[in-house]
Every structure is written in structure tokens, then in C-alpha cells.
């Protein structure tokens, strides 16, 4: 089981996630994909954009937030939101944590975020936020940095 865990909550873009599963790769980070999702395991665009990478993943589905969450409970968690003012670097991320995003177009639930406001976390204090690879990047690599890089070199 991997110590970083990236969870893309009803991710609708296939290409996102392609490019996250890379990362995770290699990273060694572990990819959770929370259904529904707006495209298919075997869509072209997804395959393309993980590359040859795919065998390398450690990848779980899930067919909701709330099985998510259930079978997670009492796992770190982090929800990265526009919602919130606190700096994802401002976190000490413990040894074995999991980095929640929304879908693209909304984020994660707001009932969510309501419920656990001292885990939500920003990457930017503008009105736009990254994509969504880019900002799974960002966090794996901040976790990572607070490591030392332990892993990478």
C-alpha cells in the first residue's frame, strides 16, 4: 500500500486522469477513482494520455464518495478546494495520507467540505484554480518535498 494517495472524486475528464495515473506512477503514489466518472477505463484518450504507465499503477474504483469514505474512515485525508483559505504548504502531511479533488467542473462536494473545514487545503488564493493534473502534481510533489524527496533520488 502506498504512503501518498491521490483520490480523484468523479473525475470527468479522461485525460486528467491519464496524466495523474503517470504521475503516480512515477512517484509511487497510489491513484483511488471515485465513480461516476465522465468517461470509461478503456477510453482511448485516458490509455494515451497514461502512456505505457498503466502497469505500474496501484489503482482502486470505487462506486461512490460514500464507499470512499466508509471504507477510508480514520484515514488522513486532505480535500483540495477553491473554499477554504488555508495554504496547502501551511500542512504537515502525515507519513500515509490521501489528497481528495472534485470533478472539474464543481470540486468536491460542499457538504464535505462544510463537515471537515480544518482538512480542506488551496493551491491558489486567485479565482481560478489549476488543472486538475497539474494540481494533483503539485501536491504529491509538496508531500514528497516535506520528505526530502526520500524515494526519488
Known sequence: ???????????????????IARTCAATGAALHLVKPMGFTVDDKKLKRAGLDYWDKLDITYYDSLAAFLEQKSGC?????????????TD????????????????????????????????????????NLSNSA?????EVLRQRGFAGLL
Open 1 to 19: 500500500m502506498a504512503d501518498i494517495n491521490i483520490v480523484l472524486v468523479e473525475p470527468e475528464i479522461p485525460q486528467n486522469t491519464g496524466n
Open 137 to 141: 502534481a503539485v501536491a504529491v510533489y
Open 76 to 88: 488522513p485525508m486532505f480535500y483540495f478546494t477553491t473554499r477554504t483559505h488555508r495554504r496547502y
Open 91 to 130: 500542512v504537515v502531511y502525515p507519513n500515509e495520507v490521501y489528497l481528495l479533488f472534485g470533478k472539474e467542473t464543481k470540486g468536491l462536494p460542499v457538504s464535505l467540505l462544510k463537515a471537515y473545514p480544518e482538512r480542506c487545503v488551496r493551491l491558489r488564493d486567485s479565482l481560478r484554480c489549476l
